[in-house]
């Protein structure tokens, strides 16, 4: 069994930084590709963040490109999601993301491409 835990969401103002953390552990060995996602009731989970299993390679979406910064700890599951300058509409429950796979080192977008999801951590931005 792996268990992935996000914690580091709360309640914070416009224009603020907060920082999430992500850990898979259990029955899982070597280091993984991992990602971040997030949804808002009524809508669709959405790409936020992803990063490669060596560490050198991120990708992002285009509403959170430039504020926001993936990484992770060296030969470990263990990510990070370092949000700025955050705004109302990145309010969401986040989810963090891994993928089973022990070789290549692509950097995944898809949620299809991942086995094992947290439970979700909150993040809410105010006005």
């Known amino acids: 069994q792996v268990q992935v835990v996000e914690s580091g969401g709360e309640l914070v103002q416009g224009g603020g930084s907060l920082r999430l953390s992500c850990a898979a552990s259990g029955r899982i060995f070597g280091w993984h590709a991992m990602g971040w996602f997030r949804q808002t009731p009524g809508k669709e989970r959405e790409f936020v963040a992803a990063i490669n299993r060596s560490g050198g390679r991120q990708d992002y979406s285009a509403s959170v490109k430039g504020r926001f910064t993936i990484s992770r700890e060296t030969a470990k599951d263990t990510v990070f999601l370092q949000m700025n300058s955050l705004k109302p509409e990145d309010t969401a429950s986040y989810y963090c993301?891994?993928?089973?796979?022990?070789?290549?080192?692509?950097?995944?977008?898809?949620?299809?491409?991942?086995?094992?999801w947290g439970q979700g951590n909150q993040v809410t931005v105010s006005s």
């Open positions: 993301a891994v993928d089973a796979k022990i070789y290549g080192d692509s950097v995944l977008t898809n949620m299809e491409e991942y086995d094992y």
